[in-house]
């Protein structure tokens, strides 16, 4: 693979893989620096590239893989919910805003809490919108099981809701 190859058909997934690490490590920093790593072992390995059928099913399941490395290297993730406030802030409605930031960090605290597997699944199908197929081809899972993952952690989300919501 050439240097013009690799611009047009690796460096435009760097935005998807990104918001991807930015969801499973909650650290922007730390995402950024997986995607680098990911970009540098792909233009690495861009001879054998021409082999690979799905480039962006390839590039997301080596982020996810890298994201499970600094995981089981127990290193800290921290959580990022500025962006949360900030928007709140930026409101006019402020006290609609601080009910809504209120509810979305819940939202990414019980998504944050599901089993690794069922968190992945859920933002690669709720929130990067990819089909069941391209899951599977990232995740190494079959179809049927995907469904049961995510239908398993939607509940669990709506449990939960449901559950702080009666508490209030």
Known sequence: MLASEFKTKVLPLSSKLMRFASQL???????????QDVFLKLWQKKDQLAQVENMEAFAMRMTRNRC??????KKP??????????KAVA??????QIELSES????????????DIQRTVMHLRDIE??????????????????????SRARKKVR???IKQNDGK
């Open 25 to 35: 490590l909650h650290d922007q920093d730390q995402a950024q620096d997986i995607i």
């Open 104 to 115: 979305a960090l819940l939202v990414r605290q019980i998504i944050r809490d599901l089993p």
């Open 159 to 161: 449990d939960e809701l």
């Open 77 to 86: 993730v921290l959580a990022q919910d500025d962006f949360m406030k900030q």
């Open 68 to 73: 499970l490395d600094l995981f089981k290297a």
């Open 91 to 96: 409101s006019s409605d402020l006290q609609q």
């Open 129 to 150: 919108q990819y089909e069941y197929d391209e899951i599977a081809q990232m995740t190494d899972l079959t179809v049927n099981a995907i469904r049961v993952n995510l």
